[in-house]
């Protein structure tokens, strides 16, 4: 399914975030606190990537597809927002501890900001993109899709490919070519698992 496909693929990019964010936190916990601008470039691609454009979809396109569709999910939908509603209120207070250069605070926010989210995005896969699977037709996935895609078009254009860039950049700094590499191996098994279940299921 298309517009499940477009969230596991920013799934796999925020996961990437919140990893460098766990090691900026780990750093500061033990005295070494991240370099500042490191620190406001890993927000600036959660404000951007991971709100404004991920979970836009999301709140914008799949959650109003899924409500039209059938009412009954209603309040699985309601909560999934207002955890989407602490998230941003967490990515607040990182940027309130950057300002205040409070390091307890940035530690506090940012553990429970990697906490929060990686539960947060294991429910959607386990429970709300296969919801989606279920109820959505071949034609309003590709509807849902389309307008994912078709979503703050410009502003992605011009900033999705710099804000990846950064978290390369970031990735290389705080995480090291060694877990770059097992993360390239987990994708591909990843990729080759989904290609098989989906020989399989044609099969049947």
């Known amino acids: 399914m298309e517009s499940t496909r477009l969230l596991l693929e920013d799934h796999r990019h925020i996961l990437r975030a919140l990893d460098i964010l766990e090691e900026m936190a780990s750093r500061a916990r033990h005295g070494r606190k991240p370099d500042e601008r490191d620190v406001e470039d890993l927000l600036e691609f959660l404000d951007g990537y991971g709100d404004r454009l991920h979970q836009g979809r999301e709140e914008g396109f799949l959650f109003p597809a899924l409500i039209d569709h ?3 999910h209603y309040t699985k ?3 999934l927002s207002f955890e989407h509603d602490r998230q941003r209120s967490l990515i607040r207070g ?3 501890s950057t300002l205040s250069a409070s390091s307890k605070d940035f530690v506090f926010c940012a553990t429970r900001l990697v906490e929060l989210l990686r539960a947060h995005m294991k429910e959607e896969e386990a429970a709300l993109f296969p919801l989606a699977e279920s109820t959505l037709s071949q034609q309003d996935d590709a509807q849902t899709a389309g307008e994912m895609m078709e979503h ?9 490919p710099e804000l990846l860039q950064l978290l390369d950049r970031l990735e290389s700094i705080y995480l090291g070519k060694t877990h770059m590499e097992a993360r390239t191996l987990r994708q591909r098994s ?3 698992g989904r290609t098989a279940e989906g020989r399989n299921s ?3």
């Open 70 to 72: 059938k009412q009954k």
């Open 190 to 192: 990843r990729t080759e």
């Open 152 to 160: 703050d078009k410009p502003w992605r254009d011009d900033n999705v």
């Open 94 to 96: 990182l940027h309130e």
């Open 77 to 79: 939908l309601s909560q």
């Open 202 to 204: 044609r099969r049947r």
